[in-house]
């Protein structure tokens, strides 16, 4: 099997493109394929393009865990870039259907930026899922109570679930003793994913990821676009958002009903050859 591997600011994802190879991945397949040692290592496989009726191109976006994800930022940039390298878009948007919904995307001239309209990101509970008690609401710094340490997080949703843990300091140590726990607490029936975020100034912010199935993670588009969502709706920043993290920075845009323009890069790595020996 043949894959292209590419990088999102170190988030990196394996295309399969089912037009050269048809194959649909078993779960116990995509754990071993993703893994850093017995496979060819990744946070994920992105498998397209897809026939789609809603959109030009469907893709189906795998965690390193085997379960599916809705929706990806960088893997939506980094799949933008793979079809851009096989010549199946020009500097045209295009659209692309995911499990999370439809989006736009972009490539520059110089296939240095990737432009993707993430959609809106809504705080309802019963939308993200989060369970309440009493009537449904938005999740507004509300507590959570962790085996040794209580937080107050909002609750989002850009077509995948999320929980916005605002701090004044944050670190990779936090995200990795809290994620997990955050990420399969029995607030979230779907899980989630996880990001705790340091507001720099109106128009930066830094955030420390834990995203549900892939665990701790250089830098998430969709986490990105959450954690800017959420700085907004605490009036900490303005519409023009710089998100920091440890693999590099995106840019975000973000209007008054909390849609999302999001531009960054996607670099590619290499192409891949996977012998089937490694998943027997």
């Known amino acids: 099997m ?9 988030n990196d994802y394996l295309v399969f493109d089912p037009r050269k190879d048809d194959h649909s991945f ?5 754990v071993r394929i993703c893994h850093r040692n017995f496979g060819l290592g990744s946070d994920g496989i992105l498998v397209g393009p897809l026939p789609s009726k809603k959109a030009d191109f469907g893709l189906q976006i795998l965690n390193p865990d085997g379960s599916e994800a809705e929706k990806s930022g960088n893997g939506l940039r980094i799949f933008a870039r793979y079809l ?11 659209t692309v259907d995911t499990l999370g919904g439809v989006v736009t995307c972009e490539v520059s001239a110089d296939q240095s930026l990737i432009s993707v309209e993430m959609g809106q990101v809504n705080f309802q509970s019963e939308i993200i899922p989060v ?18 340490r209580n937080f107050y997080f909002f609750g989002a949703t850009i077509g995948n679930p999320h929980c916005v843990v605002p701090l004044d300091e944050i670190d990779q140590s936090t995200a990795c003793k809290y994620g997990p726990e955050l990420e399969n607490h029995p607030l979230f029936p ?26 701790y993670t250089l830098a998430s588009g969709s986490s990105s676009s959450a954690a800017g969502a959420v700085a907004r709706k605490m009036g900490a920043c303005d519409q023009d958002i710089t998100v920091e993290m440890p693999g590099g920075e995106i840019v975000l845009q973000i209007d008054d009903e909390y849609n999302v323009l999001m531009k960054g890069p ?5 192409r891949m050859v996977l012998d089937r020996e490694c998943l027997n």
């Not at 369970?131 to 040794?148: H, T, W, Y």
């Not at 899980?191 to 955030?207: A, G, H, P």
């Not at 996607?266 to 290499?270: P, Q």
């Open 131 to 148: 369970r309440v008690d009493g009537s449904p609401r938005e999740v507004l710094n509300e507590e959570i109570l962790l085996s040794d």
């Open 26 to 30: 078993t779960t116990s397949e995509t």
């Open 84 to 94: 851009w390298d096989s010549k199946l878009v020009t500097e045209k948007p295009f």
């Open 190 to 215: 779907n899980r989630t994913n996880v990001q705790f975020l340091q507001i720099i100034d109106r128009n930066r912010i830094k955030i420390e990821i834990w995203e549900r199935g892939a665990g």
């Open 2 to 10: 043949i894959f292209e591997k590419y990088h999102a600011l170190g």
């Open 266 to 270: 996607a670099t590619k790595v290499g």
